[in-house]
């Protein structure tokens, strides 16, 4: 499997505008997590899905950010309006049921809002 | 809420050992995890322990976790300069979620 794949793996927008991540997580894993790591605030959960399902968005940080799995194989995190203060590297993380809660990173998308 | 807590950096000397730390605060964890992320990737689990368990030893990495004090380290021997990397302590009670701590940077020195 070529695991976790999250694209664009760099992006760099103006302020106002509108950025679309992507994940693809590992086939057969059922439950999709969304991080957000900066220095300052460290690695951060965002939302995390079950079966599709999303069942924690507490950290979501505002309306601005949403975020949809409309099947299995394909996840998107959106932030509209983008702001300089979002800035950080994103990663998703996927993980199968099972007793170990091992949970496979993707390589994450480095997002600079200018 | 659940916290896990980690010192944000260590340096020790190659060939030394290096032991990192890290404090919980949920006493109904089931799993213990150290996650490893080397720069310009995400992270990768690196050992886990049960929480029946007191210690883990796999190669170079030892796990030691004291229940009672909500206390867990990782000790890494003969240091090595490929082992440079954040280290992230976790924890996982319930089906889904893991609390991960704010990582201890590992730097290496000659």
């Known amino acids: 499997d070529a695991g976790v794949i999250q694209s664009p793996r760099h992006e760099v927008t103006e302020m106002g505008q509108e950025v679309t991540l992507r994940c693809k997580p590992i086939?057969?894993?059922?439950?999709l997590f969304w991080y957000r790591q900066t220095m300052m605030r460290g690695l951060e959960l965002l939302i995390y899905?079950?079966?599709?399902?999303?069942?924690?968005d507490s950290g979501m940080p505002e309306d601005r950010f949403s975020a949809k799995m409309p099947n299995a194989s394909f996840s998107t995190l959106k932030i509209q309006p983008s702001e300089p203060r979002d800035s950080a590297v994103y990663f998703c993380?996927?993980?199968?049921?099972?007793?170990?809660?091992?949970?496979?990173f993707g390589p994450g998308t480095r997002l600079t809002v200018l | 809420g659940e916290d896990v807590e980690q010192s944000l950096f260590l340096s020790v000397r190659e060939g030394d050992s290096s032991v990192i730390n890290c404090t919980y605060t949920?006493?109904?964890?089931?799993?213990l995890y150290w996650y490893k992320q080397e720069p310009g990737a995400g992270l990768q689990l690196l050992t886990y322990?049960?929480?029946?368990?007191d210690m883990k030893q796999d190669q170079r990495l030892t796990v030691l976790l004291n229940k009672k004090d909500k206390h867990l380290s990782l000790r890494i021997a003969d240091t090595q300069t490929g082992d440079s990397a954040i280290y992230f302590c976790?924890?996982?009670?319930?089906?889904?979620?893991?609390?991960f701590g704010s990582g201890t940077r590992l730097s290496i020195r000659p």
């Open positions: 086939s057969g894993h059922n439950s």
């Open positions: 949920d006493s109904s964890s089931t799993y």
């Open positions: 976790a924890e996982s009670s319930s089906a889904s979620k893991i609390i």
């Open positions: 322990i049960f929480s029946n368990m």
């Open positions: 993380a996927s993980r199968s049921s099972g007793s170990v809660d091992e949970q496979f």
């Open positions: 899905f079950n079966n599709n399902v999303p069942i924690d």
